[in-house]
């Protein structure tokens, strides 16, 4: 009995302590990061949301607004590489076409993305 009445009030006691270093001594501070920090893979998905974006609303001047929040020097050619690596990669179709469509828009369409363009036929929709 002895034993569960100090084990009860070592962990009372323990969860105390926890409590207060937490929330009171060592609280969590969120610190809003820049869009330059994230990781390749989250840059990635990033300019491809921009891409879709773009796809739904050919705004060029939006599409490099949001893009500078990357803090890339040369955003055409940061799209072009972007685009050329999904291909190289074998990422999908579908994504690869969004970004082919940024890069056109953009005025960086290469030799290599010209297959994935979209064309459309006469009389079609």
Known sequence: MRFLISFFVAALIGLGVGLYLGWVQFPVQFIDSPASSLAPGFKDDYILMIAAGYAADNDLNGAFERLRLLEVN????????????????????????????????????????????????PGGS
């Open 74 to 121: 040369d955003i055409p050619l940061y799209i072009q590489e972007t685009t050329e690596r999904y291909i190289s990669n074998s990422r999908s179709v579908d994504d690869i076409r969004l970004l082919v469509n940024l890069a056109s828009g953009a005025g960086r369409l290469t030799p290599l993305m010209e297959p994935y363009q979209q064309v459309t036929l």
